[in-house]
């Protein structure tokens, strides 16, 4: 089993930017795909930025178009912590924001694909 555990959520201006954090333990691996997705209101769970493990020799992350080129994600294997650095935030922004783990090499984007997920974290984003 893997544990996933976020923070770094909360209250936003429009433009600002914020940290989120997400600590795994359990049977954690570099090897493992690490994933942020988002859930708004009324909508689905929205794959926006995924990490490959350290054996993945193809692309090492993904964005979705609404988040590329504003948010970032990166990982720390030696703490098991992957963040997602988000600048320039929009209203359309907010959410609940989820990590998302599964112990094979490639990124997908299908929420289907993750066998391990936090609690979520929501960020708000006003003006």
């Known amino acids: 089993q893997v544990q996933l555990v976020e923070s770094g959520g909360g209250p936003v201006q429009v433009g600002g930017s914020l940290r989120l954090s997400c600590a795994a333990s359990?049977?954690?691996?570099?090897?493992?795909?690490m994933a942020w997705f988002r859930q708004a209101p009324g909508k689905d769970r929205e794959f926006i930025a995924g990490?490959?493990?350290?054996?993945?020799?193809?692309?090492?992350?993904d964005y979705s178009d609404s988040v590329k080129g504003r948010f970032t994600i990166s990982r720390d294997n030696a703490n098991n912590t992957v963040y997602l650095q988000m600048n320039n935030l929009k209203p359309e922004d907010t959410a609940v924001y989820y990590c998302?783990?599964?112990?094979?090499?490639?990124?997908?984007?299908?929420?289907?694909?993750?066998?391990?997920w936090g609690q979520g974290t929501q960020v708000t984003v006003s003006s």
């Open positions: 998302a783990a599964k112990m094979d090499f490639s990124i997908h984007r299908p929420a289907s694909a993750y066998n391990y």
């Open positions: 359990g049977r954690t691996s570099s090897t493992s795909v």
């Open positions: 990490v490959a493990g350290i054996a993945w020799y193809g692309p090492r992350t």
